[in-house]
């Protein structure tokens, strides 16, 4: 699904991770949203011509800035790897 400021789950707003051997991309088609990783404490600012990629287990949140449209895919592979 596609999400916007209002429809975005609580849940990715608070930390979280995603499972073992999984990979998630977040990207951005319309706004900002800040994605924070937990562990280092470090801010990037997603935007459409930015993407987040959240490994495997790795704690989490993000938060809206602006008007935002914003879609996660999963993957069962790391999805910047080569296909086999």
Do not use: C, M, N
């Not at 990037?44 to 935002?68: A, F, M, N, W, Y």
Request: glycine residues 6%; charged residues 30%.
């Amino acid at each position: 699904p596609v999400f916007d400021e209002t429809t975005l789950p609580d849940a990715l707003k608070r930390e979280h991770r995603t499972k073992d051997g999984v990979w998630g991309v977040i990207r951005v088609l319309e706004g900002e949203l800040k994605f924070v990783l937990a562990d280092s404490g470090s801010e990037t600012i997603l935007t459409p011509d930015r993407t987040g990629l959240v490994q495997p287990q790795q704690s989490h949140r993000v938060e809206p800035l602006s008007k935002l449209l914003v879609q996660i895919e999963f993957y069962d592979r790391d999805p910047a790897a080569p296909l086999p």
